[in-house]
């Protein structure tokens, strides 16, 4: 009897886990990918995929009001949500249907269960079964995290169950300050609704470029969001349909369904990691791994959201594929998680890759900021109230561009390419010796040429 059924059991169907599954498959290995809910995981079924389809639709309502500038007459223009969302579940069913059968064409076995250690290599099935596998790779993701529990937190929903809602909401309130809560808030927005957004902190979106969270915070106020900081909601209240939101600074908001995003925590309950012995991270939660995604079991291994290092989908797809690469494939692949470029697909849309301009000159003594700040081509017929930001942070001593942060309709398509160039150390001179593109908003970042700021940072005596 062979010591072990399979050479890899995956816990977790979703984008890394798929990788990794596929790729180990790939070079030979015996594979089983376990999945409790459906193939897809976060971001295929209830994360980015699903939130950009309604991004487009929410957007659709700008471009309508924009026509008459240009000449069109819209007599009028109807939405109706279940059509919307009966259209995102066909699409999210299809995108599932393809995942499975990419894994199984792969080679890998798929079952539809929930997977928990028994011991450092023994997996139990929620059918019963139990599996030995030589390896084992968690990639169970994450949830949304509520906080605290406060009075009428079952009144609350999170970004799992927006997805699904029976009808728009005329009125909705959303606490929080960064990715989800902001791109709900700007979706609801355009699909008419009143939207308050609460957050606890000075300014949205904490940890990105102080000149892209007050022009965002700017652009989203225009479009009639309202946004409290500095408090919390701590206390909802039903009546009938209507909720009432207590905040922390004693003014109540009522409305039609309350949403908190204020953050996702590693799925690492219940999984029996005591009992295999994979240690947590103290610091953040996640299962604590090393630069090859290694737990402190030799064998086992974590990535993406569950560890909490940088929870992005294409992150976790290409800690996957190394894991497998390093593993089965016979050469060690180590990811390099610096210059990640990243996207709020907010209206308008965030882009940015690299550092912001705190970050640079907390690193370096010499920094030039290079700025843009304009009404785009398109807002001087269509006479929409919005402007683009394009901000470049520059390591002056050696003249590489070490940041970008767009703001603006196509930013994220921009920071997807302008990454390559910071990833290759580009030089704000290489940047000016590349020919604009012109008519366009993006020949802005090869024409700045005057630093809008200057930093030197005196030696300590």
Known sequence: MAEFDTDLFVIGGGSGG???????????????????????????????????????????????????????????????WPTLIANKDREIARLEAAYTANVEKAGARVVKTRAVFEDAHTLRLGTGETVRSKVVLIATGGAPNHGHAIPGIEHVISSNEVFHLKALP??????????????????????????????????????????VRAHVRSEMEKDGITILT?????????????????????????????????????????????????????????????????????????IGDVTHRINLTPVAIREGHAFADTVFGKRHVEVDHADIPTAVFCQPEVGTVGLTEAQARAKFSHVDIYKANFRPMKATMSGRDTRVLMKLVVDATIDRVVGCHIVG????????????????????????????????????????????????REAAE
Not at 29 to 57: D, S
Not at 184 to 207: P, W
Request: proline share 3%.
């Open 170 to 211: 005329r009125r909705i309130v959303i606490q929080g300050g960064g990715y989800i809560a902001l791109e709900f808030a700007c979706i609801f927005a355009g699909f008419g609704s009143d939207v308050t957004l609460v957050y606890r902190g000075d300014n949205v979106l904490r940890g990105f470029d102080d000149d």
């Open 409 to 456: 309709d196509a930013a994220a398509e921009m920071v997807q390419v302008l990454g390559i160039a910071i990833k290759m150390k580009a030089t704000k001179a290489d940047f000016d010796s590349t020919m604009a593109l012109h008519p366009t908003a993006a020949e802005e970042l090869v024409t700045m040429r005057t630093p809008s700021a200057r930093y030197v």
């Open 18 to 80: 798929v990788r990794a599954a596929r790729i180990a498959a790939g070079h030979g290995a015996r594979v089983v990918i376990a999945e409790e809910y459906r193939m897809g995981g976060t971001c295929v079924i209830r994360g980015c995929v699903p939130k950009k389809l309604l991004v487009y639709a929410s957007h659709i309502h700008q471009e309508i009001e924009d026509a008459a500038g240009f000449g069109w007459t819209i007599a009028s223009a109807t939405f109706d």
């Open 230 to 302: 500095g408090c919390t909601v701590n206390k909802v209240d039903k009546h009938g349909r209507e909720f009432t939101s207590h905040l922390s600074n004693g003014s109540s908001i009522a409305s039609d369904q309350v949403m908190f995003a204020i953050g996702r925590h590693p799925n690492v309950a219940g999984l029996g990691l005591d009992k295999a012995g994979v240690a947590i991270n103290p610091g953040n939660g996640g299962i604590a791994v090393d630069g090859f995604s290694k737990t402190s079991v030799p064998h086992v291994y974590a």
